[in-house]
């Protein structure tokens, strides 16, 4: 079973030892670990939860239409891209089949533990100033079960892995927002959260 060497201490050491990780079961179905990318002197951190259909395929983080939408934030908060670190809670896409299409389905507490080693092992090797927590299921991970996005997004907050983070909504929950309106709001929301963590960064 694939783990972090204990002797890792670069990203492209993490990199080549998670993509034969079978510390869960996604690996079977999935095409590909796709493991985070970014420079390891980035000082923000984006943490998602998993790979969608896109990434899996593609082999990088934030890809698809989640990423797309993720970068026209990062912008619009003044964030450059290609000076963050992007990564994901677990490395693996896990789907149903309907058909030809794979739907997205949300990983179990096994597999985010599991895949918690890797994400410990980016921390270290990155050290960033900020972490940005998108969506529960990063914010579970990092933070515990009992976080709530919806009571503390958008703040500087402790944690347990020692550096500060900002919590804040998924990019593809403002892709399903029902209306133009609410989908705006969604967004200028999330800008506004992002900013917050720009100015730690
Ligand atoms: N959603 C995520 O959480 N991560 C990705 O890499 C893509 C979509």
Redesign the pocket.
């Known amino acids: 079973m694939a783990q972090p060497p204990p002797t890792a201490r670069s990203v492209e050491q993490l990199r080549e030892a998670a993509a034969s990780c079978q510390a869960c079961d996604l690996w079977v179905e999935a095409t590909q670990t796709?493991f985070g990318e970014g420079s390891e002197h980035s000082r923000m951190m984006l943490v998602?939860?998993?790979?969608?259909d896109?990434?899996d395929l593609q082999g990088?983080?934030?890809?698809?239409p989640?990423?797309r939408l993720l970068e026209r934030a990062l912008d619009e908060a003044g964030i450059d891209r290609r000076r963050v670190y992007?990564t994901?809670?677990v490395k693996h896409f896990r789907f149903t089949r309907r058909g030809k299409r794979r739907l997205?389905e949300k990983p179990n507490a096994g597999q985010i533990r599991a895949c918690r080693p890797w994400l410990d092992g980016e921390i270290e090797a990155v050290r960033p100033r900020i972490i940005v927590l998108?969506?529960a299921?990063?914010a579970q991970a990092v933070m515990g079960p009992a976080f709530r996005v919806s009571k503390q997004r958008g703040e500087v907050l402790n944690s347990p892995v020692g550096l500060p983070v900002v919590a804040t909504v998924?990019?593809?929950s403002i892709l399903r927002a029902a209306d133009n309106e609410s989908r705006e709001a969604a967004m200028s929301s999330f800008i506004a959260d992002l900013r917050v963590a720009a100015k730690h960064a």
């Open positions: 796709v998602g939860e998993q790979p969608g896109q990434e990088k983080p934030f890809v698809g989640a990423g992007i994901n809670a997205h998108l969506g299921t990063a998924h990019p593809s």
